[in-house]
């Protein structure tokens, strides 16, 4: 390649990249490989209409939406594996785009191609800066999940008193504590805490359906919501024990958690100290 | 050789070398004219552990005024001009006693090691709604240690706590070690500052910016005084 052609070559991939430089993201999961691009078309087509052209959530159809949709360019998220204020992987975002959003009006699209949905989380990163010069978080270990026992349990009801998860969640996780009527997302919209007893064996939550799920969501906070992150204050087998009595609040829901304490007559034994007055949900 | 002498005088003698030369300091008062929105009383009852630390009700601090219409919680540091000094190695501290923020406005410097204390016999969550900066929220229950935290880029943080839905304040985080904030007679100082020319900015949680350009030419002290105008509402 002589000089000319050289330096023409630069200054193509130069005018390139200034014309469209925030359609150089990619987004890997597994062997996928997101191109931006193709995922700007998807999202035209099936996302535009929420999240708006510009990405801040502020689509046609948001003003009737409830909760918000999703402002990309905060690049604030709430399913994340990564620790609190961190951004979220690409798998993270993967994942939410095929999970959806129970209790919102973000579907699942698990019905879209695998490549489609890592197309649209390239695109989704080009809303927002902080791709460009942060990395996602480290994610969270979690350790294997210990026996179900009513001892997990009891512990785990301890954990939900000293950690005050009824001051929002309700003694009965019903959504209802005494700060619960308060609480705003950080866009200052109004925002209920999850309410543990509604819904059967179809029970979800928002990022999330299984035990590892529920051991992620108080570890990391949902970000850009009321919902803390526990990571500094709950030690990884303590988390275990709270994820067994969190299940224990779904009532309806067929658990291996209501199984044991069934067995054991269905109640938990919480020391009186323990049980304070004022909830909301009492 | 001699300046290096000087140099290693001043260290020794912990002094910034800027007063060898001369340093001046700029000082004033933070006021306001019309009639600031009055502050509304806390309740909280919801959280006796905290109420029972109060004898005195407890308002919002959005607008904290003094007799003759001085304004406390300003910060007034130097915008421009002074050089960005690295962070200092002393950590600032943030206080949650009686749910109340302790300072309500907490300035540092950008990279500085923030500490956040719980005082109190109840769980609060830190949340910073950071726009520049990452926004985090963490819980921390009574007991346990202080958490550790630093912000990168320069802003004007709300602080909230949604446990506890009064609970507001203000980390302002700075890209200058030259910051004061005014207090219970609305006055400020920004000493050891090497001759030359500054912006002055006052910022009020509510009221917004202000700034003042100042010089200095010697160790003299000059005053700058700031005036907002005050919401009604």
């Known amino acids: 390649m002589n000089v000319f052609s050289n330096r023409l070559f630069l200054n193509v991939l130069l005018a390139a990249s200034i014309a469209v430089p ?154 209802d504590g005494p700060s619960a009527a308060t609480l705003t997302d950080s866009k200052d919209n109004p925002i209920r805490p999850y309410n543990f007893a509604a819904g059967g064996d179809d029970s979800r939550f928002k990022c999330g359906a299984t035990n590892q799920d529920v051991y992620r969501i108080f570890i990391t906070g949902v970000d850009g919501t009321p919902m803390p992150s526990f990571a500094d204050v709950i030690q990884p087998n303590d988390a275990w024990d709270l994820v067994h009595f969190l299940r224990t609040l779904q009532t309806s829901r067929h658990s291996k958690e209501n199984d044991v304490l069934k067995a054991a007559g269905g109640k938990i034994p919480v020391k009186a100290a323990d049980a304070p007055s004022g909830s909301g949900g009492q | 050789m001699r300046t290096k002498q000087l140099f290693l005088v001043a260290s020794a003698l912990m002094v910034s070398p800027a007063l060898l030369f001369g340093a001046g300091t700029i000082s004033g008062k933070v006021t306001y004219t019309g009639t600031p929105a009055k502050q509304k009383t806390i309740d909280m009852s919801k959280e006796p552990t905290c109420a029972k630390q109060h004898t005195t009700p407890v308002t919002t601090e959005t607008v904290v005024a003094g007799p003759n219409n001085v304004l406390e919680n300003v910060v007034v540091y130097i915008s421009a001009g002074a050089d960005d000094a690295s962070a200092p190695s002393q950590a600032v501290t943030f206080t949650q006693k009686g749910c109340q923020y302790i300072p309500h406005v907490l300035a540092m410097h950008i990279g500085q090691e923030l500490k956040v204390v719980n005082d109190d016999q109840t769980s609060h969550n830190i949340h910073p709604l950071a726009k520049v900066n990452r926004e985090w929220n963490k819980s921390q229950p009574p007991g346990t240690p202080p958490l550790s935290e630093k912000f990168d880029k320069e802003e004007f943080i709300p602080v909230k706590c949604n446990v506890h839905p009064w609970m507001h304040g203000y980390f302002a985080v700075l890209k200058t070690t030259h910051y004061s904030i005014s207090g219970e007679n609305g006055g400020f100082s920004l000493p050891n500052l090497p001759p030359g020319k500054y912006t002055v900015t006052a910022w009020q949680e509510d009221y917004g910016t202000q700034t003042q350009d100042v010089t200095l030419t010697g160790n003299e002290t000059k005053t700058v005084d700031f005036s907002f105008k005050a919401k009604p509402y």
């Open chain 1, 22 to 175: 925030s359609l150089a993201q990619e987004a890997h999961v597994g062997d996928l490989t997101g191109n931006a691009a193709n995922g700007k078309k998807l999202y035209r087509r099936y996302c535009i209409g929420c999240h708006g052209p510009l990405g801040d959530g502020n689509g046609e159809n948001a003003a009737w939406i409830d909760p918000k949709p999703r402002d990309f360019t905060a690049a604030t998220f709430k399913c994340r594996s990564t620790p609190t204020g961190t951004l979220p992987t690409d798998q993270d975002l993967y994942n939410s785009i095929g999970r959806g959003f129970y209790n919102s009006n973000m579907p699942h699209w698990d019905a879209l191609p695998d490549q489609n949905r890592i197309d649209l989380v390239a695109y989704i990163k080009t809303f927002s800066p902080r791709w460009k010069t942060e990395k996602a978080g480290d994610p969270i270990s979690i350790p294997p999940e210990p026996a179900v026992t009513m001892q997990s349990i009891t512990h785990g009801a301890e954990l939900f008193q000293k950690m005050e998860c009824w001051k929002c969640h309700g003694q009965q996780g019903r959504g």
